[in-house]
């Protein structure tokens, strides 16, 4: 609605108080601001939400785009909003209509209770309180306990300059009710406010139009950020087909297929390639781990490694995106003639890097089992130090290191190779990065005589090395490799759980047999709203130690191996968005 220009009723104590603000160009029209009450009915994925505010939000109502219509392109519905000048939290003594506690109580006794609100007050209720936090802090629990245990997304107010105590105090107590109140998020709004520019000057709280356009954008992204959270939608999905347990045979790692280098030359888009292994393996290997590097992709897309010929390219092991290398790591199980079929969406160079063998159980006299460890981090350059390569000791008699690497802070793109401490890196990768990124790569890592694995670093960079689990003749836990299968994605429901991953919320997912005591996998971090990382676990206390990486909007996948019980992994979501995780194997005793 251009042209606009609404009246802000500001109650404070013992008088009422009316500004004008403008919405639009229009600075010469003064309409009717009464309140608004709006729905959206549509049911959305992350289900319904309610709105309510005052005239900070009314605007956000009556301008188009609407915040009701950026919340449904999000997801969310059915949509309830009610707004109005003068409104307040219910706290203090005005008319019963101006109490937004009023309407939770008339829209719950209707039927109308979802499990996520946003809601807008302070300017007026700010006024009565002054510069007092106690005050302030008492007035939205006062709200808060109306509303209940619910997920609560509430942004912080602005005040014109002069009014900056109480603008503070306010916001204070916001940040001390989200420190104690589960479910209870706020905003820094002022931040966002300045940033954008697009406010009243006359008050510094009401926008132009260009302004609640920009605001109700924002806020909707914050707010599902903040306030989705996955939910149980169904049930596992049925487990794949699995072979006979394997144990683990140490190697040094070995490039095994370099398509810059072979007559083929490049993959080309929605084909395969064949990667041979019968000269790097034991007879009667069972499967393999690799390192798989899409090299300058043509276009964004993914790869998909399994045994030949049985790659129809519906699971994915790496997502790239156009010109950038990216690589991970993952464990398939062999096929025709010792071979695994590498399956691209766009035309790329592939470099296939071989890590790991495993045999049937008894067939080689240097075979090992696996023990998982409570992931635990050896070392975090960020504290110790930076070097070009690092030196770091295995538990034990371990002559295995299930290791989880994560780069940061290089400031120009590098690669990460890991051995058992040669004199000489080996010509082979288990982790490449970009400038500026943050990523991570899992690698099953032989240790030298001595007991120690290396990495050494290409460019200067931070390393976080995290290890889950070791390979030794005494271990507990032989390999059942399976045909790769999604078990989790939290976008459509497999699994269970749908449709968003929740900012610090946990979930679990049925991944292997209920007599597995470890799963192997790769895990997928999509789109998040902010940058984020997953943690994988054996649904007991959550480790200090991460399993994928991922900048905002980006979508990463990694390799692990990680303890669980009967079963069941939990995966946990530092910023909202996608997750995924695919089966290709499991362990058992």
Known sequence: MEGRRLLATVLTVGAVMTTAFTVGDDADRTVDAAPVEESRLAQGPLGGISIIGDSVMLGSLVVDTDLPDRLVEQGWGPVRARAGEGYST???????QFKASFWIEQWRSAGWDPEAVIVNFGANDSGFCGADTICAEAAIRHLVDT?????????????FPFHRTTQDAWNDALDRVAATTPGFATWDWPTVMYEIGLYSPTDHIHQTAAGYRARSQRMAVEATLALSDARQVGGPVPLPAAGDPSELVPIEPVRVLDTRDADAGRVAAEALVTVPLAEHVPEGA????????AVDPAGDGHLSVAPCPDNDGST???NYTARANRGASTIVPLGDDDTVCVYSWAETDIVVD????????????????FTPTAPQRLIDTRDT?????IEVTVPGDARVAAVNVTVTGSTEPGHVTAHPCLDEPPLTAMLNHGAGETIASFAFVTASDDGTICFDTFTETDLVVDLSG??????ELRFVAAEPTRTIDTRDGTGGWGFRHGSGQTIPGVVAPPDAEAVTGTVTLVQPYAASFLQTFGCGPVPPTSAVNA?????????????IEEGRLCIRAYAGGGTVFDTTGWWVP
Do not use: C, E, H
């Open 354 to 369: 071989l890590q790991t063998v495993f045999v049937p159980t008894g067939a080689s006299p240097d075979s090992l089992r």
């Open 551 to 563: 900048a905002a909007g980006a979508v990463y996948a990694n390799a692990t191996t990680v303890g």
């Open 90 to 96: 219910g706290y203090f003594d005005v008319p019963i």
């Open 147 to 159: 509303i209940g245990p619910r997920r609560i997304f509430w942004p912080k107010i602005t005040r």
């Open 385 to 389: 130090g930076r070097s070009r390569r």
């Open 470 to 475: 070791v390979g030794s003749a005494d271990g």
């Open 316 to 318: 994915s092991m790496l």
């Open 286 to 293: 069972t499967a393999v781990g690799l390192y798989v590097t």
